[in-house]
């Protein structure tokens, strides 16, 4: 069955480092573009990035520009989200999801969600 | 950025009863290109992930009940649940799609009356 599972996240101190990923399975992963979504505790969603089916283009929300970095592996099945000078406001449960669309196509909605990763930036 | 406002924030209504929930646009999310609203709808029960419930503004995805229905054009929307049964207790949230980045609604707590 189709399947996205995020690991990675943790607590870490503001200032810090944490790299996501994301295992698909079930589908052809590199037929799709993807994205990470964010939900701050108590919070609606909040798209963070996308990455087109090859990588070749990236985009961001402007709260995260320059400091966090999407990426894939096609021949491992896997999404990344690196993420830098982590704020506070960056703790969250992050999902990564599968545009709905196969390519050629993609429209910036999600049919396919993990079950997400707790990010906590704290001292 | 589109911002997108959902009312109400909460609503109860009892078990095999309407719901209604709206959606606004700062926005219009129409394109006149494939004459298509750019707008989702989703389901969030507690400690799950969202759930795509209806895109194109009123095309059911796939194994949707269909006491799920979307309607409006343009800068407003609705979700309607013609039938509330007790699994739809959920957060719904809608999002647009029709420019970067894409931006959801705060979500409206669905519970029962």
């Known amino acids: 069955q189709v399947q996205l599972v995020e690991s990675g996240g943790g607590v870490v101190q503001p200032g810090g480092s944490l790299r996501l990923s994301c295992a698909a399975s079930g589908f052809t992963f590199r037929s799709y573009v993807m994205h990470w979504v964010r939900q701050a505790p108590g919070k609606g969603l909040e798209w963070v990035a996308f990455?087109?089916?090859?990588?070749?283009?990236?985009y961001y929300t402007d709260s995260v520009k320059g400091r966090f970095t999407i990426s894939r592996d096609n021949s491992k099945n896997t999404l990344y989200l690196q993420m830098n000078s982590l704020r506070a406001e960056d703790t969250a449960v992050y999902y990564c999801a599968k545009d709905k669309a196969a390519r050629p196509h993609y429209y910036y909605y999600m049919d396919v969600w993990g079950k997400g990763t707790t990010v906590t930036v704290s001292s | 950025d589109i911002v997108m406002t959902q009312s109400p924030d909460s609503l109860a209504v009892s078990l095999g009863e309407r719901a209604t929930i709206n959606c606004k646009s700062s926005q219009s999310v129409f394109s006149s290109s494939n004459n298509k609203n750019f707008l989702a709808w989703y389901q969030q029960k507690p400690g799950q992930p969202p759930k795509l419930l209806i895109y194109w503004a009123s095309t059911r995805e796939s194994g949707v009940p269909d006491r799920f229905s979307g309607s409006g054009s343009g800068t407003d929307f609705t979700l309607t649940i013609s039938s509330l049964q007790a699994e739809d207790v959920a957060v719904y949230s809608c999002q647009q799609y029709s420019s970067t980045p894409p931006t959801f609604g705060q979500g409206t707590k669905l519970e029962i009356k």
């Open positions: 990455i087109r089916y090859d990588g070749s283009n990236k």
